[in-house]
Each structure stands twice: as structure tokens, then as C-alpha cells.
């Protein structure tokens, strides 16, 4: 590996890193002709940085596919785990562990009250969106 090549991989590595550990909420893409090498780093860098992460909440979510915002907020919710969980597969249980989250924020009352209309299912899709902030979402692109 030249310099150049040594220089760049280090500036990118201690970025991430950087990133991981902030406790603010950011937006990092990764972009470039790297393929699989950037799933390598991240995961990597991931693995590495587990005890130190800023955030509570991670979710690792493939756009491929995906046809919409909204598909991509439920593929955010439902992925998410929380980071002492990392290196864990999302089940059942990391998806309760969300709902139980949505159910905690937006309160018994408001649920009370949505399981009385029409559409129900879409209502409770729309307030488990709102648990969607203040977590790790990594942007691999091409």
C-alpha cells in the first residue's frame, strides 16, 4: 500500500471513529469504488469502537431494495438495536424491545386512543417512526 493510499485509510478510519464516538447525532456517508472493503471497515471499525460508542441505538439497514422513506424508517426501527447488543443478529426480541420503546414515548393514553380508529396499523407504523432518531445509521454508497 503506498503512502497516499495509507494516509487516506487512516484519515477515513480515524473519522469513523470519530463519528462512533460522538454523543451528538450526525450524518457520515462513505462513499467510493472500495465495494465490500467499506462493509469490512465499518463492521470492523464497529466491533472496535462497541464500549466506546456515543449513542444508545444502532441499526445497520441495506437500502437495496427498499422503495421508500417509509420503508426505509421501518427497515431503521426495525433493525435497531441497542449498542451493547452489536454483534447481534435483530429477532423478535430486538423488535419488541422497540415497540415496548414506542409504547414508553408515546404513552398508553395515545395508544388507548389510536387502537379506537380505522387503519390502526398504519397509525401505530406512523408513531413508531418517531422512535427513529438519536441512533448510528451507517449510508454505505457506490
Known sequence: MADAERTATSL???EIIRFLESPKPEVIALRGA???VRH???NSLVAKTKATIGLKKYSYV???GLQSLNELKYSIFENTL????IGLEPSLATLR???DFVVETAG???LALVSRWRGTSSTLEAISFLAVRDRIVPYLAR
Not at 82 to 85: A, C, I, N, V, W
Open 40 to 42: 469490512i471497515l465499518w
Open 97 to 99: 424491545t422497540n415497540t
Open 12 to 14: 477515513v478510519t480515524n
Open 108 to 110: 398508553k393514553q395515545l
Open 34 to 36: 472500495w465495494g465490500w
Open 62 to 64: 441495506s437500502l437495496f
Open 82 to 85: 441497542d449498542t451493547k447488543s
